[in-house]
C-alpha cells in the first residue's frame, strides 16, 4: 500500500513563492507526480518525475516558474513554486503510479494525498 502525505500550502500573495513537501511511504520506487484542482474545474496535471529523476515534465502553465525535485532516501518529493499567480490557486495533490513513465492523465493514477490548498492573491 502507498500512503502520501502533502504539506506547504498556504495563502500568498502574487509573485510570492511556496514549496511543496510530499512523503511517500510504502512501495513507492516509480513515478510521482503533482496535480492540482481549482473550484469548478477538472484536476490537471502539474509537473511528474520518474524514479530517477531524469525524466521530469512540466504543464506549459507551469514551465519554467515551478521546479520539481525528488529525495529518494527521504522519500520525500518537492514542488518548488515561485512567481505565483492568482490562477496557481487551487488543492495541490501528490500522485503516485506504478511503472515508470509518465503520463499527464489523471485516471492513469491510481494513488493519491489528501491535498494540500495553495491559495494565491492578486
Known amino acids: 500500500q502507498v500512503r502520501l502525505v502533502e504539506s506547504g500550502g498556504g495563502l500568498v500573495q502574487a509573485g510570492d513563492s511556496l514549496k511543496l513537501s510530499c512523503v511517500a511511504s510504502?512501495?513507492?520506487?516509480?513515478?510521482m507526480g503533482w496535480f492540482r484542482q481549482a473550484p469548478g474545474k477538472e484536476r490537471e496535471f502539474v509537473a511528474a518525475t520518474t524514479w530517477s529523476g531524469a525524466d521530469v515534465a512540466y504543464a506549459n502553465s507551469v514551465k519554467n516558474r515551478f521546479t520539481l525535485s525528488r529525495d529518494n532516501d527521504k522519500r520525500t518529493m518537492y514542488l518548488q513554486m515561485n512567481d505565483l499567480k492568482p490562477e496557481d490557486t487551487a488543492v495541490y495533490y501528490c500522485?503516485?503510479?506504478?511503472?515508470?513513465?509518465?503520463?499527464?492523465?489523471?485516471?492513469?493514477?491510481?494513488?493519491w494525498g489528501q491535498g494540500t490548498q495553495v491559495t494565491v492573491s492578486a
Open positions: 500522485s503516485y503510479r506504478p511503472g515508470d513513465g509518465i503520463t499527464r492523465l489523471s485516471t492513469r493514477w491510481p494513488y
Open positions: 510504502g512501495r513507492t520506487f516509480s513515478t
